[in-house]
């Protein structure tokens, strides 16, 4: 389980920084919006428009991720803390971007398109994904030990079992039930009118 974890909260975290880089060096390239518009329609990427529901769908594989982490170690407050790797953050992005690129244009143009890694974007964005992985690893971490302390915290409000008394060392208690004497059976009668001589 602790590996699915990892990989739910991880997965969704390195498509979005390689996406957030993939966009970010067209934004950077070119700052006229209308320039931008031209070449992103004319390199296949209109579908970007659309990745809205992607962008809500890993939101939600994130957000799952954290609630299994917070009801694990709310169930077991000893539970050591998940490690996030670091080798899925700083090799995937760079392969999803030149995968994505030179996609975008073959299912555009029909040729592949081997002058793909000259465009002015490439450079750039090849270089904000390993910038945007390292931060979206830094932001993975985070997010894992906030759950894990919120449910620690969470754990410590449930109620606590009583302590069990140990009664092995403890003594019996004992209490005397013979009956006691009669006051009178002593011969102490107490207040009494006194004898008289003549009995």
Excluded: N
């Amino acid at each position: 389980m602790h590996r699915r974890i990892v990989w739910l909260l991880s997965i969704p975290l390195i498509l979005a920084g390689s996406q957030l880089a993939h966009d970010l060096a067209y934004w950077i390239v070119y700052p006229s919006s209308g320039t931008r518009s031209q070449v992103l329609a004319a390199t296949g990427h209109g579908y970007l428009r659309d990745a809205l529901f992607g962008f809500v769908l890993g939101i939600a594989v994130v957000l799952a991720a954290l609630l299994f982490r917070i009801v694990e170690v709310r169930r077991d407050r000893a539970a050591t803390a998940l490690r996030v790797p670091l080798a899925p953050f700083v090799a995937l992005p760079p392969a999803i971007f030149v995968l994505q690129e030179h996609l975008e244009r073959l299912l555009h143009d029909g040729v592949f398109p081997y002058s793909t890694v000259i465009q002015p974007s490439f450079g750039p964005g090849l270089f904000l994904q390993f910038v945007l992985a390292l931060a979206m690893y830094v932001l993975a971490r985070l997010l894992l030990r906030v759950a894990e302390q919120v449910g620690r915290a969470l754990g410590d409000e449930r109620p606590k079992r009583r302590a069990a008394i140990d009664v092995r060392g403890l003594r019996p208690i004992t209490i005397d039930l013979a009956p006691v004497a009669g006051v009178l059976a002593t011969g102490y009668a107490g207040r009494a009118p006194p004898h008289s001589r003549a009995s």
